[in-house]
T-cell receptor
């Protein structure tokens, strides 16, 4: 079974600091990769996704992620965080064209201090 | 916009009760999912369905069942609620080739 690891449980940053959240997955074949965000009291929303092509993916709100196949990684980055980025971030993987299942990591809580 | 609607935001039920959580999506998606979300554990898949009347167990199906009689509706059933089923329940739907869309969640407390 595939698995997804997010390296940090809780990250605390000051505004304007740069962000990188790690995500590694276990499946060796073709994958679709996602980052979701959950703001306090709100539903999960898609930040960005990778299906194929350019491994550097740009998403909403200035976020980007890089797919590195050799490292089974899909790390999320943002050059300068804002207080409004305080949220929980989830990495998710769907393996293979015939797979239905979307597997999530345990999430990383980001707290941005003004 | 895709809309995934869960019937209740908050529910309080007694141990042993039969509990129904309903989810409706308005975009004719083939796939629907039920997850539970617990602090420090992320989202864990309970059941999913890839077509009407079709269902597959996820990672933690014990104590749950599901029903999908119509394409737009996917119900999660707790046959006999227990306190360890107190959690946030998230429904999602997804077409074949793109991302999943989530509902607002149902926070279930079993007392």
């Amino acid at each position: 079974a595939q698995s997804v690891s997010q390296h940090n449980h809780h990250v605390i940053l000051s505004e304007a600091a740069s962000l990188e959240l790690g995500c590694n997955y276990s499946y060796g074949g073709t994958v679709n990769l996602f980052w979701y965000v959950q703001y306090p009291g709100q539903h999960l929303q898609l930040l960005l996704k990778y299906f194929s092509g350019d491994p550097l993916v740009k998403g909403i709100k200035g976020f980007e992620a890089e797919f590195i196949k050799s490292k089974f990684s899909f790390n999320l980055r943002k050059p300068s965080v804002q207080w409004s980025d305080t949220a929980e971030y989830f990495c998710a993987v769907k393996s293979g064209a015939g797979s239905y299942q979307l597997t999530f990591g345990k999430g990383t809580k980001l707290s941005v201090i003004p | 916009d895709v809309k995934v609607t869960q019937s209740s935001r908050y529910l309080v039920k007694r141990t042993g009760e039969k509990v129904f959580l309903e989810c409706v999506q308005d975009m004719d998606h083939e796939n629907m999912f039920w997850y539970r979300q617990d602090p420090g554990l992320g989202l864990r898949l309970i059941y999913f369905s890839y077509d009407v009347k079709m269902k597959e167990k996820g990672d933690i199906p014990e104590g749950y069942s599901v029903s999908r009689e119509k394409k737009e509706r996917f119900s999660l059933i707790l046959e006999s609620a227990s306190t360890n089923q107190t959690s946030m329940y998230l429904c999602a739907s997804r077409p074949w080739a793109t991302e999943a869309f989530f509902g607002q969640g149902t926070r279930l407390t079993v007392v």
